[in-house]
């Protein structure tokens, strides 16, 4: 466990450099580009099913530790994505957190380049995105937002994968709240391919044959992906084999 303080306390001396720099060279959050970045097929040429989703590095001091995850569906021959996520900002004026839009599904999140955990397409995807709809309905604490330990953006993107085990949804390390529950719980992974038993979302281990074992310690997860080799770490991410998005032959 010496080596779990180690290193907390290296991120966290992280997070106080980085973020004073970040403070000084980010752009305004207003103007921080929202563009696609072409990870998101065309709707006006790709009729088929498509759900994807995605990571970001949040905006501003969280980027240091934590990503956004959002969820993009397309049932066959849809004109547009529709997009899911959590966005705290919208409580302070008495909404629900839970977003549902049409903006890009491949945006950058306020500049931040996303990238890929999930992308099935083709026959029996339109069944995957009833489930994720069924899912969404059934979120729990839309009408709650907290940044830490959450429930979050992490935190909604996680419950949908524990409801639709199809997504095999392998969050990464900096999704910090996908660990999240009202209590100590033991809950299905959220790719659904095995257990974690958490507390608060702030202690807690899974293990699972897709994310490999992972251990929570105040909200940050410490892990090793023994199938696709790779290091787990706060902050930093995945450091070993890419974890290539989940695809079509994967329903």
């Known amino acids: 466990m010496l080596w779990m303080v180690y290193s907390i ?6 997070v106080v450099v980085t973020s004073a720099w970040r403070g000084a060279v980010a752009d305004d959050w207003r103007t921080a580009s929202r563009v696609p970045t072409g990870l998101a097929p ?29 969820i993009a569906v397309k049932p066959t021959n849809a004109p547009r994505f529709e997009v899911y996520e959590v966005i705290g900002w919208r409580t302070w004026h008495g909404r629900s957190a839970l ?5 890009p599904a ?25 489930e994720v709809r069924r899912a969404v309905a059934k979120y729990p604490f839309a009408g709650v937002y907290r940044t830490w330990p959450g429930p979050n953006s992490n935190t909604f993107t996680a419950w949908v994968g524990r409801e639709v085990p199809a997504l095999h949804l392998d969050l990464p390390p900096t999704a910090i709240g996908k660990d ?10 959220p790719s659904g391919t095995g257990w974690a038993v958490s507390v608060y979302g702030v202690l807690g281990v899974l293990a ?27 902050g930093l991410g995945r450091l070993g084999a ?3 998005p989940r695809r079509l032959d994967a329903v």
Do not use: C
């Open 242 to 244: 890419a974890f290539p």
């Open 180 to 189: 999240y529950v009202p209590g100590a719980e033991v809950v299905r992974a």
């Open 99 to 103: 977003a549902h839009s049409d903006r």
């Open 42 to 70: 065309d709707p006006a040429v790709t009729h088929e099913a498509v759900v994807q989703v995605y990571a970001a590095r949040a905006w501003g001091w969280r980027s240091v530790l934590g990503a956004h995850t959002w």
């Open 9 to 14: 306390v290296g991120v966290v001396g992280l």
């Open 106 to 130: 491949d945006a950058r999140w306020f500049g931040a380049a996303p990238w890929l955990l999930v992308d099935l397409r083709g026959p029996g995807v339109d069944g995957v995105i009833a």
């Open 208 to 234: 699972a044959r897709d994310e490999g074992l992972e251990v929570n310690l105040l909200g940050l997860s410490f892990g090793l992906d023994p199938f696709d080799p790779a290091l787990k770490l706060p």
